[in-house]
């Protein structure tokens, strides 16, 4: 017969183990060539930058284009969901001052005042329909 700390002590290194670990953002940086180019060849100096960052829902939270615009900077934009894991606001591209790494949500604050950000609603029923506001 096993003894029940063999099934406890599972348990409890769950339990001690930081939740921190599990909510890190995973990224995708995908590159598109601007000419047809073999893989090996391919950098980011001829080739489009994009780096798409998830939670641990696997939801996008925010997609960077790297060097886009006339002024070359990177271009974050940024998702929040709601409880249920609706999407709840987009925030439009703006420039960044991180460089491409991914930018806090402090840095869209100002994003509501100047209208570069769409919310989203849900009616109350159970069906849950979109109401874009």
Do not use: K
Request: glycine share 4%; hydrophobic share 35%; aromatic share 10%.
């Amino acid at each position: 017969m096993m003894s029940p700390i063999r099934y406890i002590l599972p348990l409890l290194v769950c339990l001690l183990v930081p939740s921190s670990i599990y909510s890190q953002l995973n990224y995708v940086r995908t590159l598109r060539p601007l000419s047809a180019l073999p893989p090996a060849g391919v950098s980011a100096s001829n080739s489009i930058t994009q780096t798409t960052y998830y939670d641990a829902a696997l939801r996008p939270v925010q997609t960077i284009h790297h060097e886009a615009g006339v002024s070359h900077t990177a271009l974050p934009d940024l998702r929040r969901y709601d409880g249920a894991g609706r999407l709840q606001a987009y925030y439009l591209p703006q420039i960044a001052y991180s460089e491409g790494a991914f930018c806090a949500e402090s840095e869209f604050d100002n994003a509501v005042a100047t209208e570069t950000c769409i919310s989203y609603g849900y009616e109350p029923s159970s069906l849950s329909r979109e109401i874009i506001r």
